[in-house]
């Protein structure tokens, strides 16, 4: 049996969307067309592939792109025509820590900028297995560090995936350690996070066939070369082990058909036990990274317009805008 979604606190703070029609139609095709090649992308061999299909995501005419370097971290900056000045999104990408990179991140991040009306960085954050754990996260400390150096006083963390486990353990470490000149990190964004790699959660078993994309066998061989012999409930690799106490809003987005889908579930759960102001948002019958079908979903346009919306308004705080 499945478990609950816990007490009524937590219940009160799941949202859940029906499937439109017409994305149930789309959906029926693209199982269809993921069918034979379900649980077989592993390791760097498809580091190329992913980027592609990242790459392909429908672009936005308002958002540019630069270069930069931010903490030492290499990355990219998406600009929207309008944004708030002294504030900005830090957004960490997916790709099983194994793959992705900035570049191929750059329009799917772009369409959070533009609706959150901040520019947005990317950092490349070194991946595994050339750079196992504790390398990402180490990186993307480095990076919120150097955003605090370059004067911003608002920042909004956002990330997919294993960015989204990345997002949610930086947000911990922030709101726990001395920053000499803190900004206010004002909330986090999180599509269909990672946040257990011990892999304990019961939707590896009950949306094991509803998941397109991954199977437990696979996802396990992600995380071991990611993980090496690193404790996988270590807080710097699984938030849901991480401290809660003291974090800001946070919001996760994630598919009703995801193997992930508890590690969502139980995140919010403990984060609403804990009074963190959190919200989970399950969308039916979209799988792992629909945000990015972006022209394709009509759940794609509304999740990504929910979360522009989530953090413009946690950015907002009388910033000026720009343009």
């Known amino acids: 049996?499945?478990?609950s979604t816990g007490d009524s606190a937590s219940r009160d703070r799941i949202v859940t969307h029906p499937l439109d029609p017409d994305d149930a139609v789309v959906m029926a095709a693209v199982r269809t067309m993921l069918e034979p090649t379900k649980g077989l992308a592993r390791g760097i061999e498809a580091r190329q592939p992913f980027d592609g299909v990242m790459e392909s995501v429908q672009p936005r005419t308002d958002v540019t792109f630069e270069a930069d370097i931010v903490g030492g971290i290499p990355g990219l900056w998406?600009?929207?025509?309008?944004?708030?000045?002294d504030a900005a999104i830090l957004h960490l990408h997916g790709g099983w820590f194994n793959l992705g990179t900035a570049r191929a991140y750059r329009h799917l991040v772009g369409h959070v900028?533009?609706?959150?009306?901040?520019?947005?960085f990317i950092p490349d954050y070194r991946l595994a297995p050339e750079h196992p754990f504790p390398a990402a996260p180490e990186d993307a400390l480095a990076c919120y560090r150097g955003l605090e150096q370059a004067g911003l006083r608002r920042i909004a963390i956002t990330g997919d995936s294993a960015g989204g486990n990345l997002a949610l353990v930086l947000a911990s470490r922030v709101t726990a350690e001395d920053f000499s000149a803190k900004p206010v990190l004002v909330g986090v964004a999180a599509m269909s996070p990672v946040t257990d790699l011990s892999l304990s959660g019961e939707t590896y078993e009950t949306r094991a066939k509803a998941d397109p994309f991954f199977t437990r066998a696979q996802?396990?061989?992600l995380v071991q070369a990611y993980l090496g012999s690193a404790d996988p409930r270590d807080p710097l690799a699984s938030p849901l082990h991480a401290r809660f106490s003291g974090l800001p809003a946070i919001r996760i987005d994630v598919g009703d058909d995801e193997l992930l889908l508890d590690d969502s579930r139980r995140y919010v759960e403990r984060a609403v036990a804990a009074g963190v102001d959190a919200r989970l948002d399950v969308w039916m019958g979209m799988p792992h990274g629909f945000p990015a079908n972006i022209g394709r979903l009509k759940a794609s346009a509304q999740a990504l317009d929910a979360i522009g919306a989530f953090v413009a308004d946690k950015l907002r705080a009388n910033t000026p805008a720009r343009g």
């Open 1 to 3: 049996m499945e478990r």
């Open 78 to 85: 998406a600009v929207p025509t309008q944004f708030r000045s």
């Open 113 to 120: 900028a533009a609706r959150a009306g901040a520019r947005a």
């Open 219 to 221: 996802v396990a061989a």
